[in-house]
């Protein structure tokens, strides 16, 4: 998913640099239609029609959405929810400290970016989310995983350290001990950064879950293509039936 990303990424940037020359992305002239109506020669008229076609495509590219989250669920959801990967059933339920070990990676490379030695430092990193959204997507577990409210356990844990932290600190205040207060304070703000980071988080997979339609089941999603289906079926009826009662006239 990653490697489809980076090559959607590029192909926008691509399109982006070709596009920027077009003043208006919503009305584009028809350059064949105009060089017909002037009578220009054969040559002009081919030239105007190529350059029709250019802008078609690179206007398609450029307001593409993201389709392709879609294709990359078609293909892949069957599969991962096949009886053979039955021991994937309860993936959702490693999701937790899987949170746990990326909001400690994703601090540790912040931090790194107030030293002298940058290697492995970030400032952002949307992979994990968008990858944990897209398993949970395929194997059609994320009611499963919303059913543990992990992310509002985790909320009230650092809401409830934090409160007893700053009761602390109003006791502790009053014997004058340096030492201790400043371990307090170095382990409230701690617990901030823990915190804001899992909101953080939090934010990153409810964006991703979006792209990937997670407001719908699997099976609410067969029964939406099957209704589909359905209607296109008797839509088709319905016309054949207009046609044939019609009137023929001789």
């Given amino acids: ?27 584009i002239v028809n350059f064949e239609e105009l060089v017909k109506e002037e009578g220009l020669a054969e040559e002009t008229l081919k030239a105007a029609r190529h350059l029709d076609s250019v802008l078609s495509d690179h206007t398609r590219n450029s307001a593409e959405g993201t389709e392709y989250f879609k294709m990359l669920v078609d293909v892949f959801a069957p599969e991962f929810r096949r009886p053979k990967n039955i021991h994937l059933r309860n993936f959702y339920i490693i999701v937790p400290p899987l949170t746990l070990n990326f909001v400690e990676h994703s601090i540790s490379c912040k931090e790194k970016l107030n030293k002298k030695n940058k290697i492995g430092a970030a400032f952002t990193d949307d992979g994990f989310a968008m990858g944990v959204a897209y398993i949970l997507k395929l194997l059609d577990q994320y009611q499963e995983f919303d059913s543990l409210h992990w992310f509002q356990s985790v909320r009230e844990k650092y809401l409830k350290e934090i409160r007893a932290v700053a009761k602390q600190q109003n006791v502790q205040s009053a014997s004058q001990d340096e030492k201790l207060l400043q371990t307090m304070n170095l382990t409230q703000k701690r617990l901030d950064v823990c915190l804001q980071e899992f909101e953080l988080l939090y934010f990153s997979l409810s964006s991703a879950r979006i792209f990937f339609r997670a407001d719908k ?10 209704e589909k289906e359905e209607t296109k079926t008797s839509n088709g009826d319905l016309s054949d039936s207009t046609v044939s009662a019609d009137p023929v006239v001789k």
């Avoid at 089941?217 to 099957?226: F, G, I, M």
């Fill in 1 to 27: 998913m990653g490697y489809i990303r980076m090559i959607r990424s590029g192909g926008l940037h691509c399109s982006s640099n070709a596009i920027r020359f077009v003043p208006d992305l919503e009305d």
């Fill in 217 to 226: 089941t699997a099976a609410e999603e067969n029964q939406e293509k099957k």
